[in-house]
T-cell receptor
Framework: EADIYQTPRYLVIGTGKKITLECSQT?????MYWYQQDPGMELHLIHY???????EKGDLSSESTVSRIRTEHFPLTLESARPSHTSQYLC????????????FGDGTRLSIL | SQQGEEDPQALSIQEGENATMNCSYK?????LQWYRQNSGRGLVHLIL?????REKHSGRLRVTLDTSKKSSSLLITASRAADTASYFC????????????FGQGTELSVKP
C-alpha cells in the first residue's frame, strides 16, 4: 500500500471560508499532483510539482493554489470557498521515472454550502 | 478534448464471468496505465504497459495495447464480487513530462 495521506477526508463548510487540504507522502517522491474529480467522472489535473519550490498549473483551471516547501508535503489552498468548488480532490505522488505509476491518497470530499 | 475514452461506461456481470474494458486515446504515448477506484477511495494502480509492449499480465488481469489503433483493453478473468469498482485508463503522452490524462472510467458491477 502507498504511503500517501490526505486530510481531512470530508469537509463541509460555508461559502467564503479559507480552506487548506493537506497531502503528505513518506515515499520520498519528487513529483506530486492534485486532481479534481466529480462523482462518476474522470480525474482532471489541477496542480503538479516536480520538486521543492516547483509548482505548475494543470490542465483544468482552478482557483486553488499550492505550495511545495518540503518534499513530503503538498497542501492545496482555497482562499474563499464557493459552492462551485464542491468536488473530490485527490492527491498523488510518483518518482521522476514516468514509467512508474502514481500513488494516490484516499481523497478529500469537499462540500461548500 | 479527452485523451482517453473508455467503453463501456458501465458493465454488470455475474461472478465467475470475464469483464473486458476498452480504452482509446488520440496522441502518441510513452505508456498507458490502468487504475482501479473503489467507491469513496483513491485510485490504485493495476498495470502499466509501455508503448513497445503489446500484452501484460498480472494475476487475473490481462492488458493489451495496440498503438496502431491507439487502443488498449483490460480483461479481468473469473471476476469476483470484490472486483466491483470503477476502472480508469490513463495515458502518459509523449513530451508531457509524465503527466497522466485519465479516461472517464468504466463502472464494473460483479453480482454474486
Amino acid at each position: 500500500e502507498a504511503d500517501i495521506y490526505q486530510t481531512p477526508r470530508y469537509l463541509v463548510i460555508g461559502t467564503g471560508k479559507k480552506i487548506t487540504l493537506e497531502c503528505s507522502q513518506t515515499m520520498g517522491h519528487d513529483k506530486m499532483y492534485w486532481y479534481q474529480q466529480d462523482p462518476g467522472m474522470e480525474l482532471h489535473l489541477i496542480h503538479y510539482s516536480y520538486g521543492v519550490n516547483s509548482t505548475e498549473k494543470g490542465d483544468l483551471s482552478s482557483e486553488s493554489t499550492v505550495s511545495r516547501i518540503r518534499t513530503e508535503h503538498f497542501p492545496l489552498t482555497l482562499e474563499s470557498a464557493r459552492p462551485s468548488h464542491t468536488s473530490q480532490y485527490l492527491c498523488a505522488s510518483s518518482t521522476i521515472d514516468s514509467n512508474q505509476p502514481q500513488h494516490f491518497g484516499d481523497g478529500t470530499r469537499l462540500s461548500i454550502l | 478534448s479527452q485523451q482517453g475514452e473508455e467503453d463501456p461506461q458501465a458493465l454488470s456481470i455475474q461472478e465467475g464471468e470475464n469483464a473486458t474494458m476498452n480504452c482509446s486515446y488520440k496522441t502518441s504515448i510513452n505508456n498507458l496505465q490502468w487504475y482501479r477506484q473503489n467507491s469513496g477511495r483513491g485510485l490504485v494502480h493495476l498495470i502499466l504497459i509501455r508503448s513497445n509492449e503489446r500484452e501484460k499480465h498480472s494475476g487475473r488481469l490481462r492488458v493489451t495495447l495496440d498503438t496502431s489503433k491507439k487502443s488498449s483493453s483490460l480483461l479481468i478473468t473469473a471476476s469476483r464480487a470484490a472486483d466491483t469498482a470503477s476502472y480508469f485508463c490513463a495515458t502518459d503522452a509523449n513530451n508531457q513530462g509524465g503527466k497522466l490524462i485519465f479516461g472517464q472510467g468504466t463502472e464494473l458491477s460483479v453480482k454474486p
